[in-house]
T-cell receptor, first 112, second 115 residues
Framework: DAEITQSPRHKITETGRQVTLACHQTWNHNNMFWYRQDLGHGLRLIHYSYGVHDTNKGEVSDGYSVSRSNTEDLPLTLESAASSQTSVYFC???????????FGAGTRLSVL | GENVEQHPSTLSVQEGDSAVIKCTYSDSASNYFPWYKQELGKRPQLIIDIRSNVGEKKDQRIAVTLNKTAKHFSLHITETQPEDSAVYFCAAPLYSGGGADGLTFGKGTHLIIQP
């Protein structure tokens, strides 16, 4: 079955380290998104992509970057992890003919 | 970009009663309004959505209403059951009005179903 998967599911890292979170979807969707979820804030958009080699900043993009070298993957990189980036990260995708966003299972990141 | 406000933050109802969660939005160009349910430790899952060309949509015990003039939309759950206990999020398109772009979410409503 087509799906969207995230890895790792849990990650502990230290302040200042570079971290990359993976997102892979098999629906052949063009639009992919990264959100972070924090208590009291709901989900907030970090970055998004409309297709290969396209990336755009969202609401809370500082300290994060993404790249899109193929349709299936949108990795999220924290260049120098900070404690404020401790959060749960969700990847999502949507087809160009629809509106519905489908979410991955999430990655819980702790920056110590 | 769009801004969404959601109320209440916590809602406790007796099993079998109805629950209503309300959201307001700021951008009159927004035309897609989904509702997501999130159980503890799980991913958000779409339960119902509505587009701006209709005022109400129903799916069994769940309904969503939209008032474009007042710029608010509401989730209605009837005959609540224990499995309805979760956090519910409303959302709207963050930038362009449509749902194929990024979403902005309300802060969530923790729905508690009392036995």
């Amino acid at each position: 079955d087509a799906e969207i998967t995230q890895s790792p599911r849990h990650k502990i890292t230290e302040t200042g380290r570079q971290v990359t979170l993976a997102c892979h979807q098999t629906w052949n969707h063009n639009n992919m998104f990264w959100y972070r979820q924090d208590l009291g804030h709901g989900l907030r958009l970090i970055h998004y992509s409309y297709g290969v080699h396209d990336t755009n900043k969202g609401e809370v993009s500082d300290g994060y970057s993404v790249s899109r070298s193929n349709t299936e993957d949108l990795p999220l990189t924290l260049e120098s992890a900070a404690s404020s980036q401790t959060s749960v990260y969700f990847c999502a995708s949507v087809g160009t003919l629809g509106d519905i966003q489908y979410f991955g299972a999430g990655t819980r990141l702790s920056v110590l | 970009g769009e801004n969404v406000e959601q109320h209440p933050s916590t809602l406790s109802v007796q099993e079998g009663d109805s629950a209503v969660i309300k959201c307001t939005y700021s951008d009159s160009a927004s035309n897609y309004f989904p509702w997501y349910k999130q159980e503890l430790g799980k991913r958000p899952q779409l339960i119902i959505d509505i587009r701006s060309n209709v005022g109400e949509k129903k799916d069994q015990r769940i309904a969503v209403t939209l008032n474009k003039t007042a710029k608010h939309f509401s989730l209605h759950i009837t005959e609540t059951q224990p499995e309805d206990s979760a956090v519910y999020f409303c959302a709207a398109p963050l930038y362009s009005g449509g749902g194929a772009d990024g979403l902005t979410f309300g802060k969530g409503t923790h729905l508690i179903i009392q036995p």
